[in-house]
């Protein structure tokens, strides 16, 4: 009985954890200009991110090594410092957006500014990062994440037509008023919110945190290929709500609000307020999650001692730069520049980033020296490339498409 | 720096540049109005809820406040360009009126939710569907 409740524990972590700023926002702008016509793009992504997230837990759990470890050792220094660098850049930038999206959601309920609110986030992160658990985090905010559900129920409640739904997913188009580069830039950064690296970082460097061994594997499995697909089913929702209410209106979606107003037509205020509390709690997460893999990564690549659950005197560079990532992520957010294209810009940078974070996992995934017998089968391997492909022609193609389409706007 | 650069161009790019060819001219102008008529529709839908009972917190003066910000800012950003030729020039005249009445019923509509009036927000409410027919007929016209 202790271990079926593990395992649901951590199946409805890897839901809410799965959600992020990047997921809802990018859904809820598709969803209206575009229906349901990127749904593959969701779909692509949550497959991509659950084949790397079972490697990156595989290699944590059996090599006992995190990402960032292995990306210096595969890499070498120099290599590894340009990765570093990127993935530090890119994981500032995310950082900033979810605690701008937090304050949005602040906003939402108090009437009051989101910068008011900013600063008092930042410590709530702090805070979380410095003195919560990682099991109490991981598990507290991963469940409320789940209040995202409403989304799903809201379908259900709305006069949905799912075989219009259905045929927008399997019949993809592209609205005349839009065009394709503006269609690719979409697909481009809900594919980037899928794969965002930190998450990848994240998932592997608390498989270390709790000390995986290869007997937690089948748990491990289990919340990778439950946990995110049911997560990408909630993009999907979040997407299909959109589609159901504010693409018949026209409705371009700008603000974090509007994702919210299909809940409230379906199921009134106490469904808006389940909604609301969804949002803080998953960008919350994601907000503490990013300021983590930040010192994860630092630390990793340095050899200090890091670790969520060292006090700061045992690991206190670790900590140092988990700080100084929030300050800094604070103070660009706090320029007043808009939260939600800070959001899409990450999301398509992200994805610009996403080989750098996932091929060495691959290349450790099948190394026998670091995993022994449990290197990738042949199936994954041929996926895991397919994909890494698709990842390499996109990151291709996401700095062009921002300047193209002026970040989509 | 890249990313800073990135985000700083992503939000220059809702800046008014030149326009110099009537194209450009009415392209920008389809997305000022598609702007204020996504703007109008968020608020009547948010504040249509309101009415029914069906929103909660300050999620639609939040509505209302940044419809408005939005359909102003989309507004007064295309009235800073300048028609590059007399037929352009004919377009922004047409234009202008219908587009500052939208963004003014839109005000209205803010200032009845702020001050909490359910029969002042009705008639603000009303307010919005000859601007928001206007708009849309105007969209259609220089889209099509």
Wanted: glycine share 10%; with cysteine; aromatic share 8%.
């Amino acid at each position: 009985m202790k271990r079926v409740f593990a395992l649901a524990l951590g199946v409805m972590t890897a839901i809410g954890g799965f959600v992020d700023v990047g997921n809802l926002v990018t859904s809820g702008i598709t969803g209206a200009r575009f229906g349901m016509s990127l749904t593959w793009a969701i779909v692509v992504g949550t497959i991509a991110m659950t084949l790397y997230g079972e490697m990156a837990g595989r290699v944590a759990a059996v090599a006992r090594r995190p990402v960032f470890h292995i990306i210096r050792e595969r890499l070498g220094v120099r290599t590894a410092l340009v990765n570093l660098l990127a993935f530090v850049l890119l994981s500032l930038l995310t950082l900033a957006a979810e605690l701008g999206g937090v304050a949005l959601v602040l906003e939402l309920v108090t009437g009051i500014n989101y910068l008011v609110w900013v600063p008092l986030i930042a410590a709530a992160v702090w805070l979380i990062v410095w003195r919560m658990s990682f099991s109490v985090m991981e598990n507290l905010f991963g469940v409320l994440g789940l209040c995202l559900v409403v989304f799903v129920v809201a379908l259900f409640v709305l006069p949905t037509d799912w075989g219009s739904l259905w045929h927008g997913v399997t019949h993809p188009w592209v609205p005349p008023r839009e065009g394709h580069p503006m269609y690719l830039f979409y697909a481009v950064s809900l594919l980037g919110a899928c794969l965002v690296p930190y998450q990848v970082v994240f998932f592997s460097s608390g498989g270390r945190e709790e000390h995986w061994t290869p007997k937690n594997l089948t748990e491990m499995r289990f919340n990778c290929v439950v946990g995110f697909p049911l997560g990408g089913l909630l993009s999907i929702a979040i997407m299909a709500a959109a589609a159901v209410v504010l693409q018949p209106l026209q409705i371009n979606v700008k603000h974090l609000g509007q994702v919210a107003l299909p809940v409230a037509r379906a199921l009134g205020p106490v469904g808006l307020s389940i909604a609301l509390v969804g949002f803080a709690a998953a960008l919350l997460a994601a907000a503490a999650e990013c300021a983590l893999s930040i010192g994860y990564s630092v630390g990793q690549f340095f050899g200090w001692s890091w670790g969520k659950d060292r006090r700061p005197r045992e690991a206190p560079r670790f900590h140092l730069v988990c700080l100084v990532a929030v300050i800094a992520a604070t103070a660009f957010i706090l320029t007043s520049i808009d939260p939600i294209a800070v959001t899409v810009v990450s999301v398509v940078l992200g994805a610009a980033a996403v080989p750098l974070t996932y091929f060495p996992v691959l290349v450790v995934a099948n190394d026998r020296d670091y995993m022994g017998g449990r290197v990738n089968r042949r199936w994954s391997n041929a996926l895991a490339t397919v994909f890494l492909v698709l990842m390499v022609v996109t990151s291709i193609a996401a700095i062009p498409l921002i300047f193209f389409t002026k970040a989509g706007q | 720096m890249l990313c800073a650069l990135l985000v700083s161009a992503a939000a220059a790019g809702g800046c008014a540049g030149p326009t110099v060819t009537d194209g450009g001219y009415r392209a920008k102008t389809a997305g000022m109005l598609g702007d204020i008529s996504s703007s109008l529709a968020t608020a009547q839908l948010a504040v249509g809820l309101d009415l029914k009972g069906r929103m909660a917190l300050a999620l639609t003066d939040e509505s209302v406040s940044q419809a408005e910000s939005d359909a102003s800012s989309s507004e007064s950003s295309w009235e800073t360009r300048q028609p590059p030729s007399d037929a352009m020039l004919a377009l922004h005249d047409r234009i202008s009126g219908p587009a500052q009445d939208a963004v003014s019923a839109l005000r209205k509509l803010r200032i009845a939710v702020r001050r909490g009036d359910p029969d002042a927000i009705r008639t603000a409410l009303d307010g919005l569907d000859e601007p928001a027919a206007v708009i849309d007929r105007l969209s259609r016209a220089v889209s099509g």
